[in-house]
């Protein structure tokens, strides 16, 4: 069952949509504000999401933006009025999937929610396996020898982006760029611990650095 995060603050327009969509077979959840949305899509693992753009203390092309800026590849459809043009237009860039505008039949969304998420399931392994690791992308999990190993959201995140990059170097201004929050500045220092936390747990045995080699002055590399 897709799990689908609805950004909305018109607490009219989020039921109907809420309603709809379980009546279709999805899990539903509703956010109502800017901040609520980025802090819970950065942190559970959604299908899709739906995201207005005006929206209280966070608009929907900051959302966007932040979570595409944090790796969060989650599919957004924009839902937008017809005077937003331009938005529209920026949205997309900004990493948006596509666009639905207000007013929109329920067929019509219906429609574009289940071609996103086609198109979504077709592309990047859901399950990605190294050595006796496997990353449940659906699912937010990292399993070795099938038990969930205890991973925190940014640990995961690291982990994603090194195998999305895999065989590529990573310096650490792109690890920051596609890691971390864009308000927060770790130290170099910060990002080594990170590393090395996440090494020791995925690593086959400690001091050996098989998956995450480092690349001596510049980096590093995932040869998983
Ligand atoms: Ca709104």
């Known amino acids: ?9 018109e607490p009219a327009i989020a039921l109907g ?13 509703v956010a109502g504000d800017g ?6 899509a950065g942190r559970e693992a959604f299908d899709l999401i ?4 005006m929206l209280p203390r966070k608009d929907g092309l900051a959302v966007c933006r932040e979570l595409r800026h944090a790796g969060v590849r989650t599919p957004i459809i924009m839902l937008t009025a017809k005077a937003q043009e331009a938005e529209k237009v920026l949205g997309l860039e900004l990493g948006a999937d596509d666009y639905v505008t207000k007013p929109f039949s329920p067929l019509e969304l219906r429609a574009r929610v289940k071609a996103i998420l086609r198109r979504a399931s077709g592309e990047a392994p859901e399950v990605y396996r190294f050595g006796d690791i496997e990353v449940d992308f659906t699912r937010a999990e990292v399993r070795r020898a099938g038990m969930a ?3 925190t959201p940014l640990e995961f995140k690291l982990l994603s982006t090194f195998i999305r990059r895999r065989g590529r170097l990573l310096t650490r201004e792109r690890l920051l760029d596609e890691v971390w929050r864009p308000d927060s500045s770790p130290t170099d220092r910060v990002i080594d611990n990170h590393i090395m936390n996440l090494r020791r747990k995925i690593e ?11 690349v001596r002055g510049l980096g590093y590399r995932f040869d998983g």
């Open 35 to 40: 901040e609520t949305a980025l802090r819970r």
């Open 50 to 53: 739906l995201l207005d753009l």
């Open 149 to 151: 190993m205890d991973m």
């Open 204 to 214: 086959p045995a400690p001091n050996e650095s098989r998956y995450i080699v480092s």
């Open 1 to 9: 069952m897709a799990k689908i995060l609805v950004v909305e603050d």
């Open 17 to 29: 949509l809420k309603n709809d969509l379980k009546l279709e077979g999805y899990s539903v959840e």
